[in-house]
């Protein structure tokens, strides 16, 4: 039980540290450069390139990660943790 806390625990650090980073100003700058970069806003489709897709897509994938970090209410971690726990109990 005390490592399933601790995980949870880091998960609320991660939380907070993506929201610290990313609320200032350069961190707005970079999070908006991320999605260009990371194709949140356009295709990840190469006609004829598989690969070069599927690399697109993870990028995208990464940035999408991200912004659920950054978007997500501290509350609603909480809640999930607690979710988390009670499960482990039943």
């Known amino acids: 039980m005390s490592q ?3 995980v949870l625990f ?5 939380h907070a540290a993506y929201v610290r980073v990313f609320n200032t ?3 707005k700058f970079v999070l908006a450069h991320l999605m260009k970069e990371g194709f ?3 295709t990840t489709f ?3 390139d598989t690969h070069r897709t599927a690399m697109n ?4 994938r990464l940035v999408l990660s991200i912004l659920k970090y950054v978007n997500k209410d501290h ?3 909480v809640n999930q943790i607690e ?3 009670q499960s482990a109990n039943t």
């Open 40 to 42: 949140v806003l356009d």
């Open 75 to 77: 509350k609603e971690i």
């Open 10 to 14: 880091r998960r609320m650090q991660t």
């Open 46 to 48: 190469v006609p004829g």
């Open 83 to 85: 979710q988390e726990i």
């Open 25 to 27: 100003d350069d961190g």
């Open 57 to 60: 897509e993870g990028s995208r």
């Open 4 to 6: 399933l806390k601790e």
